[in-house]
């Protein structure tokens, strides 16, 4: 291929994409496009650009005449950029229709304009809702439930229309929770991690029996290239793994590998206006393909603690103002209220 286009490759996801893309593709040229918003960091990449394997544009994914430009020339073009914390949604719901919904469209309409020969969208098993029991297939009715995942859900919609009326070269894949290094401490394990090495406590949401599969995101980086290589155009295929925890569960493997018993560490937090109780997709389609995860999370806990130990600087000014108002709300709610506005957490609500 000549040249490859990754959008949000310089997330979490997105950039162990451009990792693989890489290794796979020695020879195509690789550029990211991206917002730089608070999710997206230039460290995530920065080996690959600094070393002019990799062009890093940033840009927003709803101008059309931006993207038109970047897809320009694309053999395959991989869409990873979106809004993608639940939390945040329940709060700006509208800049994750702007960005998941609009932004797809622009995307897909330049990759049309441009004749781009294949585009990877990557969805979310949350498409699904909750499934209690078993596991969702390809073609399970879609019933998101919060406003992330309704937005992902209705990008997939706008890109079937593409499917039918334009034959448009589509192919969406639908993935478990990920895991893995750079993932931005607002999801659960890396939050965790950074709790506990900050000596802080962990926050659950309810009673902490909600369910999900934790997929490496070097797996879903491979299933991904697999995909691109071998999915048909039209198809949607499930990513997945077996590693299924409460969230309870995620605790505890994270406590035990700072020594620590979870059970003196945890405070149960108001749970989101709505919370799904398990995810779970059946992902037979792309195994039989000849695709099978090879990592697991309770393996990998240690490997993840390091890495955040030794790139915590990364995010010591996300857990520095916060230790700071925990000593002050002892004192002065005015001075509390007044560090907050000055010092805006990412987190949400449940920073607190
Ligand atoms: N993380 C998971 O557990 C998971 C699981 C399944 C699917 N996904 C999907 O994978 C994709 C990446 O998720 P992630 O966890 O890496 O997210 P992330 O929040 O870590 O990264 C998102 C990236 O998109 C960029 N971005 C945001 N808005 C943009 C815009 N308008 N234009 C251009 N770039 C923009 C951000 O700067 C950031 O680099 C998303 O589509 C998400 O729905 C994630």
């Not at 020695?26 to 990449?45: C, E, Q, W």
């Not at 979870?262 to 000849?290: C, H, T």
């Not at 995860?293 to 010591?316: A, G, K, M, Q």
């Amino acid at each position: 291929m000549r040249k490859i286009v990754i959008t949000g490759g310089a997330g979490f996801a997105g950039s162990h994409i451009v990792d693989e893309v890489c290794r796979r593709f020695p020879s195509s040229k690789v550029v990211v496009l991206d917002k730089m918003t608070y999710a997206g960091d230039f460290r995530n990449i920065s080996h690959h650009v600094f070393s002019n394997r990799v062009q890093l544009l940033v840009g927003d994914v709803t101008d059309l005449d931006l993207c038109r430009r970047v897809v320009k020339g694309a053999d395959l073009v991989i869409h990873a950029a979106a809004e993608s914390h639940v939390d945040n949604s329940f709060g700006n719901s509208l800049e994750f229709t702007r960005t998941n919904v609009l932004g797809t469209h622009s995307l897909v309409e330049a990759c049309r304009q441009e004749k781009v020969k294949k585009i990877i969208h990557v969805s979310t098993d949350e498409v699904y809702g909750q499934i209690m029991s078993g596991a969702a297939s390809e073609d399970e009715v879609l019933r998101p439930t919060n406003p992330y995942s309704s937005s992902k859900a209705a990008a997939e919609m706008i890109l079937q229309g593409y499917v039918q009326s334009y034959h448009e070269p589509i192919v969406i894949i639908r993935a478990n929770n990920l895991y893995g290094i750079r993932q931005f401490p607002e999801k659960i394990i890396p939050r965790f991690i950074s709790h506990l090495l900050t000596e802080r406590r962990l926050p659950l949401h309810g009673n902490g029996s909600y369910r999900r599969h934790y997929l490496s995101a070097v797996d879903f980086a491979e299933a991904v290239v697999f995909v691109a290589e071998h999915g048909a155009v039209g198809e949607v295929y499930n990513i997945g793994t077996t590693e299924e925890y409460t969230n309870l569960e995620v605790a505890e493997l994270i406590s035990n590998a700072f020594g620590k018993d979870s059970s003196e560490l945890i405070d149960f937090v108001p749970d989101r206006p709505f919370n799904d109780g398990r995810y779970s997709v059946s992902w037979e389609k792309l195994q039989a393909m000849g695709w099978s995860p090879r990592h697991s999370l309770h393996t990998d806990i240690p490997l993840l603690v390091d890495w955040y130990r030794n790139n915590f600087e990364r995010y010591s000014e996300l857990f520095g103002p916060v230790l700071v108002r925990e000593r002050m709300e002892l004192e002065s709610d005015t001075f509390t209220t007044a560090l907050v506005e000055q010092r805006p957490s990412p987190f949400g609500p449940l920073d607190s």
